[in-house]
Every structure is written in structure tokens, then in C-alpha cells.
């Protein structure tokens, strides 16, 4: 499955609910951040595992995550970020459900249901060669696409609805919802920051509150903490 949406729109929030909606939901959920600055090898070994060979005298054998992920999901975080020749790999791996640790002679094989996840439109990566073509054919056959949250105004209240529950259980607050104030503001602001801003508002609002229902003064936007807000409220009380 293949994932994308812009910074923020909840591509890694979208993976974990599948992951927990999925008969795979006891097993692991396992992220890759495909963007290291360690180096190629190193992401490679992260991913596959590594051997000692019998002439090394550091580390012993390393498990990849993908031994690591058997039985669950797989995440690979800005997939298009790897290099072709481990997305090559992955490919080979999700034909034949086998791989080979860095320095193995022997193939292993995992049982993981695999999801990528990308900032831009996957059909562009293809034509530059960010993207392997055969990768993009076995993940793009479920491919979610996340709009901005500017994009879902009319559904803002119920996505912030729905964060709002655990949030306040995390916080250990009784808070029952919005005020209808709130609600009206939550459905009117333009949301730059898309889903992951409206979860750090939520998580400060939870903070800040001290009745049972989300206040309009509880809501604090430090991003945008200029004088091009037009909100007067929201001006008062940043």
C-alpha cells in the first residue's frame, strides 16, 4: 500500500490505524525513516540485517526490521528517499517473501504486510527515477492519497472529535468535547500546518483547560503568533 499527502496531513497516523485495524494488529508495527544520513550501508543493514563474516571482529549478527516486523506492518517512511538499488531489494522481497541479510549466504523470509509513504505525487518520482517502476506497481495497488486538512473544512470537527478522546486519556482529563465556539473556529481556520498542527492545538488545548469542554481561550497558536492573524480571539489570546 502506498501512502501520500503533504507535511503533516497524518500519512504516519493513517499507517498505525490501518496497522490497528488489520488482522495483523497484534503483531509489530515497525517504522523505517528511509531519509539517514548514516549512510546507504548503514539503511541497508537497518532494513535487511547484517552478518559478522568470520574474519570480522566487531558486532555479531544483526537483525533487520524486517525479521523484526514478522507477522506485522512495515512502515517506509518518504519511500521514494532510498536508493533505487534497495528499493530494488524490497522489490525482490515482496515477490518472493525472502531477503538476505548484508554479508548472508542464506535467504531468510518474513511474513510482513508492507506500506510505503510519500510527500509527493508518486507518478512524478517515476519519470526522474526517484521511484522504482516495479516498486511503485506492487505498493500502488492501494494507494491512499491524504488532502490537506484545508481541503476537509466540512470534516474538521469530526476529525478533531476523534482525536480528542485519547488525547485527554493520554493527559488523564475528563474532557468531553468543544464548545460550539470552538467547533465554528476549528471549521473556519485554514490549518497550514494540516493534521499534525490540529493535534499539537488539541494537545495544548487539553493542557490549558480547566472545565470539561474545550474553550475557545484555550486555544493557542504559537505558528502563527504575528499581526497577520485576522482572528480577533485568536489574537487575544496568542
Known amino acids: 500500500m502506498l501512502i501520500t499527502g503533504e507535511i503533516g496531513t497524518g500519512k504516519s497516523y493513517t499507517a498505525h490505524s ?8 497484534t503483531g509489530p508495527f515497525v517504522t523505517i525513516h528511509c ?21 570480522d571482529t566487531g558486532p555479531s549478527d544483526q537483525q533487520g526490521k524486517l525479521e523484526l516486523a514478522d507477522k506485522g506492518t512495515l512502515v517506509f517512511e518518504n519511500l521514494d528517499e532510498l536508493s533505487l538499488d ?27 504486510r508492507v506500506l510505503g509513504t510519500s510527500r509527493k505525487d508518486p ?29 476537509q473544512k466540512d470534516g474538521v470537527g469530526e476529525i478533531a472529535s476523534a482525536l480528542l ?13 468543544f464548545s460550539s465556539e470552538v467547533e465554528n473556529f476549528l471549521e473556519s481556520y485554514t490549518w497550514p500546518g494540516n493534521l499534525r ?21 484555550s486555544l493557542f497558536f504559537p505558528e502563527i503568533n504575528s499581526p497577520k492573524t485576522n482572528n480577533p480571539s485568536l489574537n487575544s489570546r496568542c
Request: charged share 20%.
Open 165 to 177: 478522546p485519547p488525547i485527554a486519556r493520554q493527559m488523564d482529563k475528563k474532557i468531553l468535547g
Open 86 to 112: 534497495i528499493q530494488g531489494k524490497i522489490c525482490v522481497f515482496l515477490k518472493f517473501q525472502s531477503f538476505q541479510r548484508v554479508k548472508g549466504k542464506s535467504p531468510l523470509s518474513s511474513n510482513v
Open 35 to 55: 531519509r539517514d544520513d548514516s549512510g546507504a550501508k548503514a539503511l541497508e543493514c537497518e532494513i535487511f540485517g547484517c552478518e559478522k563474516a568470520s574474519c
Open 197 to 217: 498542527q490540529l493535534q499539537n492545538i488539541l494537545k495544548r488545548a487539553v493542557i490549558l483547560e480547566e472545565s470539561k469542554w474545550i474553550q475557545l481561550n
Open 18 to 25: 490501518l496497522h490497528s485495524l488489520s488482522p495483523r494488529k
Open 123 to 151: 507518478q512524478k518520482l517515476l519519470a526522474p527515477q526517484m521511484l522504482h517502476p516495479q516498486l511503485f506497481s506492487q505498493l500502488h495497488q492501494l494507494h491512499i492519497h491524504l488532502p490537506r486538512l484545508a481541503a
